[in-house]
């Protein structure tokens, strides 16, 4: 009695389930595989031999090729340059009045113009919450050479908080790992005639 080979014993354990299943892979919908096993079985391999042949050509290539790059544009810049903290505040003097403690990140090009300024953090009366990952992100996406950071303090007292010192300093750290240099951090406030004060963390020497 001969014994049956190992590829003779595969295709004898092959139940109909999992040959209805190969034959629905290849079959754009179920009407079309009805039409394929109602086929007497000499032309079942015909048939099957058209459609595998008709997959191979409209099958999607593997690999693209890659015709082009999305290079980000220059963006405009304004004009007035930012040299000092005396300049940033005097740019966001209009936020001083705010109730809500805010943040701005201001993105520099390398002659230190504004690019865009972006509010990054909402927060309460008496403080905004504020993560370097959301205060970086802005500077990245406009390509900037620098930044500037800005919060107000809706108490008019532009005086920095311990807090104000710390995110400062982890800021700083952050900024040294990416290497995005800071212009500045101005806080905001208001004088005894409602006109801006500020104080810079730079002239206390955290930057």
């Known amino acids: 009695m001969r014994s049956k080979t190992s590829s003779e014993l595969s295709s004898a354990q092959d139940s109909p389930q999992k040959m209805l299943c190969d034959y629905t892979a290849l079959f754009a919908d179920a009407g079309a595989l009805a039409d394929f096993l109602m086929l007497p079985h000499e032309e079942q391999e015909q048939a099957l031999c058209a459609v595998v042949s008709q997959r191979c050509q409209t099958r999607e290539p593997r690999y693209k090729v890659v015709t082009g790059f999305d290079i980000p544009q220059v963006k405009e810049a304004e004009s007035e340059p930012m040299r000092s903290a005396v300049d940033i505040a005097n740019r966001m003097a209009d936020?001083?009045?705010?109730?809500?403690?805010?943040?701005?990140?201001?993105?520099?090009?390398q002659k230190h113009r504004i690019i865009s300024v972006h509010l990054v953090s909402l927060g309460t009366l008496t403080a905004a919450l504020v993560h370097p990952?959301?205060?970086?992100?802005?500077?990245?996406?406009?390509?900037?050479?620098?930044?500037?950071?800005?919060?107000?303090?809706?108490?008019?007292?532009?005086?920095?908080?311990?807090?104000d010192r710390?995110?400062?300093r982890r800021l700083k750290s952050a900024a040294d790992i990416m290497g995005i240099p800071i212009l500045d951090h101005v806080i905001?406030?208001?004088?005894?005639?409602?006109?801006v004060a500020f104080a810079?963390?730079?002239?206390?020497g955290l930057l």
């Open 133 to 163: 990952r959301e205060v970086f992100l802005p500077a990245v996406l406009d390509s900037a050479a620098c930044v500037g950071f800005v919060h107000n303090h809706p108490s008019g007292d532009p005086l920095p908080s311990r807090e």
């Open 200 to 204: 810079s963390l730079a002239e206390e």
């Open 166 to 168: 710390e995110l400062t």
């Open 95 to 109: 936020q001083r009045k705010n109730a809500q403690e805010c943040f701005w990140v201001l993105t520099l090009n």
């Open 188 to 195: 905001l406030g208001r004088g005894e005639r409602g006109d």
